[in-house]
C-alpha cells in the first residue's frame, strides 16, 4: 500500500472512532506536536505550570472530535502535520496568556506540589479513552440536528461535494456551517 494509501485508511479508521487508529496517529504526530508547544514555552516558569504534553492532550482531543465528527478533509500526512502543529500553536499561546492574564505570581507556585511531581503516560488510560467517548457524546448532543447530519454525512466519508450536490447548496457554505457549529459547541464545553 503506498503512504498516501496508508494515510487515507488511517483517517477513514480515526473518523469511524477506532482506538488502534488513534493511537497510531498519536505515535505518528504526537512529537511533533510537543516540538511546537516547547518552542512556544521558552518561559521556564511557564513550563513548571504546564508542559507541552498538557497543550498536545487538547490538540489531540480537539482533533478527534472533530474528525469523528466529519469536520476535516485531509489528502496527506503533511497537510494533517501542518493542521496539528497549527492548532498546537494556537493553543499554546492562549494557555501563555490565560495564565499571564489572570495575573498569576508564577514565582510563587510550589514546584514541589504532586501535580509537578506526575508523569504523563505514554497511552490513554481506561479513564482517557471514557472520558474522550463521553466528549464525543456531549459534542454531538449540543449540535442543531442540521449539523449533526452534516457530522455524520461526513464520518461516512462523503465528500463535501458530494453532499452539496445532495443538498443543491455550495461545498463551501456547508463546511463553514459545520466547522462553526463545532467551534460554538467547543467553545460551550470549554474545549477552544
Same mark, same amino acid.
Given at each position: 500500500?503506498?503512504?498516501?494509501?496508508?494515510?487515507?485508511?488511517?483517517?477513514?479508521?480515526?473518523?469511524?472512532?477506532?482506538?488502534?487508529?488513534? @493511537?497510531?496517529?498519536?505515535?505518528?504526530?504526537?512529537?511533533? =506536536?510537543?516540538?511546537?508547544?516547547?518552542?512556544? !514555552?521558552?518561559?521556564?516558569?511557564?513550563?513548571?505550570?504546564?508542559?507541552?504534553?498538557?497543550?498536545?492532550?487538547?490538540?489531540?482531543?480537539?482533533?478527534?472530535?472533530?474528525?469523528?465528527?466529519?469536520?476535516?478533509?485531509?489528502?496527506?500526512?503533511?497537510?494533517?502535520?501542518?493542521?496539528?502543529?497549527?492548532? @498546537?500553536?494556537?493553543?499554546?499561546?492562549?494557555?501563555?496568556?490565560?495564565?499571564?492574564?489572570?495575573?498569576?505570581? !508564577?514565582?510563587?507556585?510550589?514546584?514541589?506540589?504532586?501535580?509537578?511531581?506526575?508523569?504523563?503516560?505514554?497511552?490513554?488510560?481506561?479513564?482517557?479513552?471514557?472520558?474522550?467517548?463521553?466528549?464525543?457524546?456531549?459534542?454531538?448532543?449540543?449540535?442543531?440536528?442540521?449539523? !449533526?447530519?452534516?457530522?455524520?454525512?461526513?464520518?461516512?466519508?462523503?465528500?463535501? @461535494?458530494? =453532499?452539496?450536490?445532495?443538498?443543491?447548496?455550495?461545498?463551501?457554505?456547508?463546511?463553514?456551517?459545520?466547522?462553526?457549529?463545532?467551534?460554538?459547541? @467547543?467553545?460551550?464545553?470549554?474545549?477552544?
Amino acid at each position: 500500500m503506498s503512504d498516501e494509501q496508508t494515510f487515507h485508511n488511517l483517517i477513514g479508521r480515526v473518523q469511524a472512532g477506532e482506538q488502534d487508529a488513534a @493511537a497510531e496517529l498519536v505515535r505518528r504526530y504526537e512529537p511533533a =506536536i510537543r516540538r511546537v508547544v516547547r518552542c512556544r !514555552l521558552m518561559d521556564t516558569r511557564l513550563r513548571r505550570v504546564f508542559d507541552s504534553m498538557d497543550v498536545c492532550q487538547s490538540v489531540l482531543a480537539s482533533f478527534f472530535v472533530r474528525a469523528a465528527l466529519g469536520q476535516y478533509d485531509l489528502k496527506s500526512s503533511d497537510q494533517l502535520l501542518k493542521l496539528l502543529s497549527q492548532m @498546537a500553536r494556537h493553543k499554546a499561546i492562549d494557555r501563555v496568556r490565560r495564565e499571564r492574564a489572570g495575573r498569576r505570581d !508564577l514565582e510563587r507556585r510550589n514546584e514541589d506540589s504532586e501535580a509537578y511531581a506526575q508523569a504523563a503516560a505514554a497511552d490513554a488510560s481506561p479513564s482517557e479513552q471514557v472520558a474522550g467517548r463521553e466528549l464525543l457524546v456531549e459534542f454531538r448532543k449540543r449540535l442543531s440536528p442540521e449539523e !449533526l447530519e452534516l457530522a455524520d454525512l461526513r464520518a461516512e466519508g462523503r465528500e463535501w @461535494a458530494e =453532499i452539496a450536490k445532495d443538498r443543491n447548496e455550495s461545498a463551501e457554505a456547508l463546511r463553514k456551517r459545520l466547522a462553526r457549529g463545532l467551534d460554538r459547541v @467547543a467553545q460551550q464545553i470549554g474545549l477552544e
